[in-house]
């Protein structure tokens, strides 16, 4: 276990590049890349605090990110981030790379089934054919297979036919969230048959194995954001009480947790084999961590 500390203020969302050689922080205060092995700072960009998830391009050497409701992607040796699109959109926050790296995809803001998918061709970066009458989706989430692209925002969750644009399932939420939170996570597992999404203390789980989604247990239980890990069959919840809590999908118990004093943890990213993982704290600190089998 190593502390990093970022100078961010509160870490709103992090990631890990593909290759495990670099990490992404978004706090209060901007954005910073740091080296995974040593914990030091690679770059930074004071001032452009994500709204919602980061993630790394492909190949690792840029980030993408919502700021001021403008997605902007940052290579790792520079510090003025780059535009995409023309700027006449705003973003809710919603990003994420399909599986077989060839696709960007962001989601706009706006009312519900007045919102887009917009869709960019990688590596080259260039606008690709999106989707209409999307809500404004605050998380974004593949499945590994490929099938399916799952998304949450504050008034529910859609899941949806990656190729067409499709509803499968759709779940509203009335609930309101604390504090005027934004939602929280939505994550697939490994083998793309499990689905789950949630908001501040409950989460959901769907059953997608069948190739008609079905709707399994709720899940209480008091989190900040959650995922499954890639490299093994685990389920993690992160909190306000500073507990990292691994549960065992086939019963939804907790079979392990850590607390490292570090007081609150507000996010949760994985290595992409799953052999570790890191957190974000209340106070501006990076947890790296081993994931134990």
């Given at each position: 276990?190593?502390?990093?500390?970022?100078?961010?203020?509160?870490?709103?969302?992090?990631?890990?590049?593909?290759?495990?050689?670099?990490?992404?922080?978004?706090?209060?205060?901007?954005?910073?890349?740091?080296?995974?092995?040593?914990?030091?700072?690679?770059?930074?960009?004071?001032?452009?605090?994500?709204?919602?998830?980061?993630?790394?391009g492909p190949t690792g050497t840029w980030v993408a990110h919502v700021a001021s409701a403008q997605l902007l992607h940052l290579y790792g040796d520079d510090s003025s981030p780059a535009l995409l699109g023309d700027g006449s959109e705003k973003f809710a926050g919603g990003i994420a790379i399909s599986p077989d790296r060839r696709l960007l995809a962001a989601a706009t803001d706006g009312r519900p089934n007045r919102a887009r998918l917009?869709?960019?061709?990688?590596?080259?970066?260039?606008?690709?054919?999106?989707?209409?009458?999307?809500?404004?989706?605050?998380?974004?989430?593949?499945?590994p297979n490929g099938q399916f692209l799952a998304g949450i925002w504050r008034q529910g969750f859609e899941l949806r036919f990656a190729v067409?644009?499709?509803?499968?399932?759709?779940?509203?939420?009335?609930?309101?969230?604390?504090?005027?939170?934004?939602?929280?996570?939505?994550?697939?597992?490994?083998?793309?048959?499990?689905?789950?999404?949630?908001?501040?203390?409950?989460?959901?789980?769907?059953?997608?194995?069948?190739g008609t989604s079905k709707r399994g247990p709720t899940v209480r239980d008091t989190f900040r954001d959650a995922g499954f890990s890639p490299g093994a069959d685990l389920f993690a919840t992160v909190g306000d009480n500073g507990r990292l809590k691994f549960w065992s999908p086939a019963t939804w118990t907790v079979v392990r947790e850590y607390d490292w004093n570090c007081g609150p943890l507000t996010c949760l990213a994985f290595t992409a084999d799953g052999s570790a993982g890191v957190c974000g704290t209340a106070d501006g600190r990076l947890v790296q961590f081993d994931v134990d089998q």
């Open positions: 276990m190593r502390v990093i500390e970022t100078g961010l203020g509160a870490v709103r969302a992090t990631a890990v590049s593909p290759d495990g050689r670099r990490l992404a922080v978004s706090g209060e205060h901007g954005l910073a890349l740091f080296d995974w092995a040593t914990g030091g700072l690679v770059s930074g960009v004071p001032g452009t605090a994500s709204t919602g998830q980061v993630v790394f917009v869709l960019w061709s990688l590596p080259t970066l260039k606008p690709a054919p999106g989707f209409e009458f999307w809500p404004p989706l605050h998380r974004l989430a593949f499945s067409s644009g499709g509803i499968d399932y759709s779940y509203p939420s009335t609930r309101p969230l604390r504090s005027g939170g934004t939602p929280n996570f939505v994550s697939f597992d490994r083998a793309s048959r499990t689905c789950t999404f949630g908001w501040d203390d409950q989460f959901h789980v769907i059953d997608i194995a069948t």
